[in-house]
């Protein structure tokens, strides 16, 4: 039970956050400014008998130049050579143009996709099915995990999840 995860998603939807919590140590820049993780950088969680690296991929985005183009270029390589895609999504925003471009590439990656809602201690727990509801159509997941990266919720679950099945 071990592999590569890559964390992909918006800026701000709490890949940093979420990286914090599963290694136990704080490894990942963390910040309220878009943009921040410039590296892929990456956090391990490892049990007796399980390893899973996990890969902290920002910059996938609509390039806007020669700069951007190239991190985006780096990050959709290094997807290339994950086990597994957790793609995380705000739950207090709506589905938008960044989510979709995101989306557009992952369709091209042959790799399972996990749908990750974060944030849900910022709604009400019947919002939760409206916004799996925005993302039905998107992509095929191989499941989906509403989870509070900040407090914790279901957190344990998505985790046990991927070491089950890597
Ligand atoms: P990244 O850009 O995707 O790496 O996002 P960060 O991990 O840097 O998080 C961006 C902001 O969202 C920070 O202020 C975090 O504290 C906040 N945040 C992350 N996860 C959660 C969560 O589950 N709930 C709430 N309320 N805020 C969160
Ligand atoms: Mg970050």
């Known amino acids: 039970h071990s592999g590569f995860v890559a ?3 918006r ?4 890949k940093s956050t979420f990286l914090n919590r599963v290694v136990g140590q704080k490894i990942a820049i963390m910040s309220d400014k878009p943009q921040t993780t410039r590296n892929k950088i990456q956090g391990v969680y490892t049990t007796k008998e399980s390893q899973i690296v996990f890969i902290d ?3 996938i985005h609509k390039p806007k130049d020669k700069l951007g183009d190239f991190m985006m270029e780096s990050a959709l390589s290094a ?3 994950v086990d597994a895609v957790l793609f995380m999504v705000n739950a207090t925003q709506r589905r938008g143009a960044g989510d979709n471009f995101i989306i557009d590439q992952l369709k091209k990656l042959d790799r399972p996709v996990y749908l990750v809602i ?11 099915m409206a916004i799996i509801d925005q993302y039905k159509d998107a992509l095929q997941f191989k499941d989906v995990y509403p ?3 900040l407090q914790g919720n279901n957190v344990n679950e998505l985790i046990n999840t991927l070491v089950q099945e890597l």
């Open 79 to 81: 997807l290339k050579e």
């Open 118 to 128: 974060n944030k849900i201690d910022e709604i009400s727990p019947d919002d939760i």
């Open 7 to 9: 964390i992909v998603g």
């Open 147 to 149: 989870i509070s990266a």
């Open 57 to 59: 991929t920002p910059g």
């Open 11 to 14: 800026p701000n939807v709490g």
